[in-house]
């Protein structure tokens, strides 16, 4: 292979032929000293030295250069962040095609089908198999709507004998003429008792010993026989009593025993109901008007015992009976007063324990309201001491006007909004096992598709969403500002944020919506990504969930595999953030360098003299070997000229333009100076070597 250094060689031994002198210029008067310090064959064997070490570099960073691209095309063919320890499923068994059926099989199975479809009039249309109708045989009373709905069908019948019986008894509303219709009444609600108590009772899951019986057994057969007594007394065919004493309504008592029915329909209804406490203050509003109901029904029994219209005190027969009982069981039970002194002992008595019912059952009544009401306004209650508490004490510091609106405003929004101040609080009271569930079924869809965190363990991600706070940003309230320290990460809930930039910072680059994340490279902090690169503004009311660094480093502590991937991703993301995308791919081999300066000043120089004849064949001859210099140091150069000015401590600086304009290679193996002469438009053209000391 020749050398590149061949034209160096070349010109060297004809500078050297010519006593190391050449005149150069517009005039010929431009003379150019070459000094030589060594011969041409040390400066041939460094050389080739310098030749093999450049040879090495430039196939170190090929090798380089492939190796990069070979991690790149790995990374697309192989995804290789994931990290689950689960051993991947094993392949299900080939299954051949199913034989199709003979032609008999695909008749009966065409006639089966038409079965299921029913012709009304004009009209075809599918319906269900009878098979699909069947009865569940097991019954979860917890969350069975159905079953809710079952029960409220029973408790209406429960109502009917509750309140209808009494009046039935007490008033003469019950005739031969009506008796029948009254008794259909009761016994279609007894036929609602009978299968409740044979068909749903009997399938209902319980628990016993932690473990839930759902079918029929010895457990099962217990459960019955403790909470089947009950109904099975209700049901007692005291009506047959019918045939000998004509129908009396106080031999269907029994039937109002039925009040578990009630009861466990109330703990149901108050379970699915988003506002509970409706319910029960109309609920607490029904015990008293039926306390005011048997009142009224025993007052108009006590009339009729004593003779209607006998006495001042009991009822005088004039108006509709049970409103005007009713309206004096009112002033009664309420202790209004205005009534009518009782005049015979018996109304005495009847009216004394009249009044002591009516006291105590009214302050209980009033109790229970009122525990009724303070429940349903206790959060209420709560976020007004909060709200008082706050204004109290910005009040006593002096807080300006405009921080305390907004403090008010946040306490509105976040109350209205969520309807607490704090969702934690509410969080603490669940078990692991149930902030999990709400947490995954809230932020897990959003977590999931994060880049950062794609590829981790799942049961990291779990942990890490059971961290997650809930915070309300007001408009315009800063998020995190640039160049700040970055300690959590943002999930949006609702609402949207905008990241500013811009030579002024309030540039607009991107609306962020719910569902989107950001910050999550600060939380690992590699490589100086811990701090914000932009402004973000909340616009309009926010709702952001929080994750914070402390929190996932304690979670990472548990899961080093996930912890070295997200590292591993965060540098990655930081490198792509910070390089610019490039449209085409990247060349193994970089460009080559271009022609130093000098080169060219030394040819312009040269194509100065062509005036002077005697010596233009030198230059010519001269230029043309610095070209062939040129053009071999273009395709493979030696190492970089350094140009610098020769050092002067004695140089004024009206001289600063006549200075010495030096440049060498990089190890130093030649040195070109170009000096002012004397006159005008003249330079001097220097090339050096430096001679190594000679062998004694």
């Known amino acids: 292979m020749a050398s590149p250094f061949g034209p160096y060689k070349r010109i060297l031994r004809e500078l050297k032929s010519n006593h190391g002198r050449l005149i150069l210029g517009n005039h010929g008067k431009t003379c150019i000293p070459v000094v030589f310090s060594h011969s041409v064959q040390e400066r041939a064997s460094s050389s080739a030295s ?35 320890d689960e051993e991947s499923p094993k392949p299900s068994p080939a299954k051949k095609a199913p034989e199709p059926p003979p032609p008999e099989k695909e008749a009966e199975a065409e006639k089966a089908e038409e079965d299921h479809y029913c012709d009304m009039l004009c009209c075809k249309f599918k319906c269900r198999p009878l098979k699909r109708y069947q009865f569940p045989k097991s019954i979860d009373p917890l969350t069975n709507l159905i079953y809710i709905l079952w029960l409220f069908f029973v408790v209406l019948a429960w109502n009917w004998n509750c309140w209808l019986i009494p009046v039935r008894w007490a008033f003469p509303y019950q005739t031969p003429d009506n008796v029948h219709l ?67 309504p106080l031999l269907r008592l ?21 506002k509970a406490y409706v319910y029960r203050v109309v609920r607490t509003t029904a015990y008293l008007l039926y306390s005011l109901h048997l009142n009224s029904c025993l007052y108009y029994w006590a009339s009729s015992y004593q003779g209607i219209g006998s006495t001042s005190w009991v009822y005088d027969g004039v108006g509709n009976s049970y409103i005007r009982c009713y309206y004096w069981a009112v002033k009664t039970l309420i202790t209004i007063g205005g009534l009518p002194d009782p005049q015979t002992l018996f109304e005495i008595v009847f009216q004394l324990l ?53 403090v008010k405003t946040w306490y509105e929004y976040t109350w209205h909004s969520q309807g607490m101040l704090d969702e934690s609080e509410l969080m603490e009271q669940l078990p692991d096992k149930m902030r999990l569930d709400i947490a995954v079924d809230v932020n897990y869809d ?75 490279i600060s939380l690992l902090a590699v490589g100086g990504g811990n701090r914000r690169t932009a402004n973000v503004v909340a616009h309009g009311f926010t709702n ?45 081999l970089p460009p080559r360098a271009g022609t130093p300066k000098l080169f060219t000043a030394a040819l ?72 002012p002469a004397p006159e005008s438009d003249e330079h001097i053209l220097s090339v050096e070597v430096p001679e190594k000391k000679k062998d004694k």
């Open 50 to 84: 310098q030749n093999s070490a450049v040879i090495n570099d430039r196939l170190q960073e090929l090798v380089r250069l492939f190796k990069e691209r070979t991690e790149k095309v790995k990374e697309k063919l192989i995804d290789p962040d994931v990290t689950s």
């Open 182 to 248: 009254w008794m259909l009444m009761d016994y279609f609600c007894d036929f609602i008792y009978l299968l409740d108590m044979t068909v749903f009772q009997t399938r209902l899951q319980f628990v016993k010993g932690g473990d839930i019986i759902v079918s029929s057994g010895p457990g099962m057969f217990l459960r019955e026989l403790r909470f089947l007594s009950m109904d099975a007394i209700c049901l007692l065919p005291l009506d047959l009593l019918y045939l000998k004493v004509g129908v009396k």
């Open 254 to 274: 029994p039937r109002c025993l039925k009040y578990m029915a009630f009861f466990e329909f109330n703990n149901r209804l108050e379970a699915i109901l988003s």
């Open 354 to 406: 009249n009044y002591f019912t009516g006291v105590f059952a009214f302050s209980v009544m009033i109790g229970q309201m009122r525990d009724v009401v303070g429940a349903a306004t206790s959060g209420q209650t709560y976020y007004r001491s909060c709200m008082d508490s706050t204004v109290k004490y910005m009040n006593f510091y002096k807080i300006p006007t405009s921080v305390q609106n907004r």
């Open 446 to 520: 959003i977590v999931s598709k994060v880049a950062l965190f794609q590829g981790c363990d799942r049961q990291m991600i779990f942990d890490m969403l059971k961290r997650l706070r809930s915070v309300v940003y007001l408009p315009n309230d800063y998020v995190c500002k640039k160049g700040e320290i970055g300690r959590e990460m943002y999930i949006i809930q609702a609402g949207q944020v905008q990241v500013l930039g811009g030579p002024d910072g309030k540039t607009v680059l991107v609306t962020l919506k719910a569902g989107s994340v950001f910050g999550e």
């Open 544 to 588: 952001l969930f929080i994750l914070d660094k402390k929190d996932l480093n304690e979670i990472l502590v548990h899961y080093p595999e996930s912890q070295k991937l997200l590292r591993k991703k965060a540098r990655r993301m930081l490198r792509n953030n910070a390089k610019p995308k490039e449209e085409k791919s990247s060349l193994i």
């Open 604 to 675: 312009a120089a040269a194509g100065r003299s062509k005036a002077d004849g005697g010596k233009a064949g030198r230059l010519a001859h001269l230029r043309a070997r610095l070209k062939e210099l040129a053009a071999l140091e273009a395709a493979d150069p030696p190492g970089p000229l350094v140009h610098r000015p020769r050092p002067s401590s004695s140089q004024k600086p009206e001289e600063a333009d006549d200075e010495d304009v030096v440049s060498e290679s990089a190890d130093h193996s030649i040195r070109i100076r170009m000096s």
